[in-house]
């Protein structure tokens, strides 16, 4: 069994920058790969990173790149999403996901395991 949890959300201003926190338990997470996803409303759900625990290899939606920057600490097992400059279009809840099998990707439909979010909002 995987559980995963968010942290790090909340209300924050324009421009200003923000760090999601997941922190994830279990076993098999050798060759896990670890997604953040976010989910606006009246949208459907959107990758925007994920990261390999295998090489530690990322890979960015279009969107995200060069606006989001993955990252991990293996020692404590934690996977964290940085976001600078927020814009009044990044107001969503923020998911992290865990795929025990597939090496490295950002589709929804095919992480296992799933955090219960965290909400971002955006406001001045």
């Known amino acids: 069994q995987v559980q995963l949890v968010e942290s790090g959300g909340g209300t924050v201003q324009p421009g200003e920058s923000l760090r999601l926190t997941c922190t994830i338990r279990?076993?098999?997470?050798?060759?896990?790969?670890i997604g953040w996803l976010r989910q606006a409303p009246g949208k459907e759900r959107e990758g925007i990173a994920g990261?390999?625990?295998?090489?530690?290899?990322?890979i960015y939606e279009e969107y995200a790149k060069g606006r989001f920057t993955i990252s991990r600490d293996s020692a404590t097992n934690k996977v964290y999403l940085q976001k600078d400059h927020l814009t009044s279009e990044e107001p969503a809840v923020y998911y992290c996901?865990?795929?025990?099998?597939?090496?490295?990707?950002?589709?929804?439909?095919?992480?296992?395991?799933w955090g219960q979010g965290t909400q971002v909002t955006v406001s001045s």
């Open positions: 279990g076993t098999g997470l050798e060759r896990a790969c």
């Open positions: 990261i390999s625990f295998r090489d530690d290899k990322t």
């Open positions: 996901a865990a795929d025990l099998t597939s090496y490295l990707h950002t589709v929804s439909v095919w992480y296992e395991n």
